[in-house]
């Protein structure tokens, strides 16, 4: 990945401080801090790219009209991604790239389905 130092994976523990009690308590986290970028970024879009690769049909679908739906997520995720990491992916007339995998994506009309391209970019899945 051309010398860049990713941050090692976090741990998430959304779970409100205090005495043990019968409810989720999940804590509510800014929009962009739902996309994390670490360590493990590279070896798990390379395995996300072989499974929608080989065997798209077991790890991807979509449901007949939600087309703008899914396009609509790739532009969040591109938004996300360039606020908050500017120094790993940059937009430019209107084609997303990204650094630590030398990819780039044209956001308005994408090689491959929307929500596959949002996939190809974040280590959560959608």
């Given at each position: 990945?051309?010398?860049i130092t990713l941050p090692p994976p976090a741990r998430h523990l959304p779970f409100?401080?205090?005495?043990?009690r019968m409810a989720m308590g999940l804590l509510a986290r800014p929009l962009?801090?739902?996309?994390a970028i670490d360590a493990d970024y590279p070896?798990?879009?390379a395995l996300r790219?072989?499974?929608?690769?080989?065997?798209?049909?077991?790890?991807?679908?979509?449901?007949?009209?939600?087309?703008?739906a899914r396009a609509a997520a790739l532009a969040h995720v591109a938004d996300v991604l360039?606020?908050?990491y500017p120094h790993w992916f940059a937009r430019d007339a209107g084609v997303l790239h990204n650094r630590l995998t030398g990819?780039?994506?044209r956001l308005a009309a994408p090689e491959r389905d929307p929500l596959e391209v949002a996939a190809l970019l974040v280590?959560?899945?959608l």
């Open positions: 990945m051309n010398g409100q401080a205090g005495p043990y962009h801090e739902m996309i070896a798990q879009m790219r072989t499974l929608l690769d080989e065997r798209s049909p077991d790890v991807f679908a979509a449901i007949p009209g939600s087309e703008a360039c606020g908050a990819e780039a994506w280590q959560e899945d």
